[in-house]
């Protein structure tokens, strides 16, 4: 009688640089993938734990799922 289609949901995180004050800087966002095409963002982490000798990077917060790459293809990858 009806017809779903089940479609995956994964959290998900990448880093992007963004120049900030004359120096680039590493930030983490996060968002929710549904599928192959739905993507929503929730924006910049506010809690991102940052090493005393390289404060401009970051990493992500687990394993981790990288959200598009350069090419805005969807791509994944696991630490």
Do not use: A, F, H
Not at 24 to 34: H, L
């Amino acid at each position: 009688m009806y017809n779903y289609k089940l479609l995956p949901v994964y959290e998900v995180e990448w880093i992007d640089t963004d120049k900030e004050d004359k120096e680039y800087i590493q930030n983490r966002y996060e968002g929710v993938r549904i599928g192959n095409s739905i993507y929503i963002t929730t924006g910049k982490s506010e809690n991102v734990i940052r090493t005393m000798s390289e404060p401009n990077l970051c990493k992500l917060s687990y394993g981790g799922m990288y959200l598009l790459n350069r090419d805005n293809d969807p791509s994944s990858l696991v630490l």
